[in-house]
């Protein structure tokens, strides 16, 4: 029982982290809210795509990356040029606009982890760091298909790999 009652604390944990998300959505410019600062970070951290890509990235509907699409474009932050594969598709990508986005809210996040965790030591913000990212493997690969506990790779095959949560900013 000691074991269930740990993983309940984690549940309850893990649903607070909430308002660490609410906070961080606080930081980024009116002009640019999660979802589109989700697509510049992909974007970045991808290269160039197709929307369907960054929608499977983005673990949301295409109806839904297609509107945070539609914002940064308006914006000047991605382009928009016709797929050579497909004409009818067209291939995303940052343009310098859009890096300066992004470093501005790389800029803003960081500052808010700063001063959020001044009172940290380095190794508690590492240590933190490594057990959300196996946190995160854990959930990316289990299931059919999908790798043994402690051996994820990224590659595992129900297609959930090391990028299949991103939501946030950076």
């Not at 606009?97 to 959020?116: I, P, S, V, W, Y």
Request: glycine residues 8%; proline residues 5%.
């Amino acid at each position: 029982m000691a074991a269930r009652s740990r993983y309940e604390e984690l549940a309850r944990q893990l649903s607070a982290v909430g308002a660490v998300k609410r906070g961080l959505a606080r930081a980024l410019p009116p002009e640019c809210p999660g979802g589109s600062a989700a697509v510049l970070t992909l974007l970045d951290r991808h290269g160039e795509m197709r929307i369907s890509r960054l929608a499977e990235l983005m673990a949301v509907d295409l109806s839904v990356t297609s509107r945070h699409v539609a914002h940064v474009a308006e914006r000047g932050w991605i382009a928009r040029s016709p797929d050579p594969a497909d004409k009818r598709s067209r291939i995303l990508r940052l343009t310098p606009g859009g890096h300066a986005q992004l470093d501005e809210l790389t800029r803003r996040t960081t500052e808010m982890f700063a001063r959020n965790l001044a009172d940290w030591t380095d190794e508690d913000v590492v240590r933190l760091n490594t057990l959300l990212s196996r946190l995160r493997d854990s959930f990316a690969c289990r299931g059919p298909g999908g790798c043994a506990p402690g051996s994820h790779s990224g590659e595992c095959r129900n297609g959930l790999g090391d990028d299949a949560y991103t939501r946030t900013s950076v």
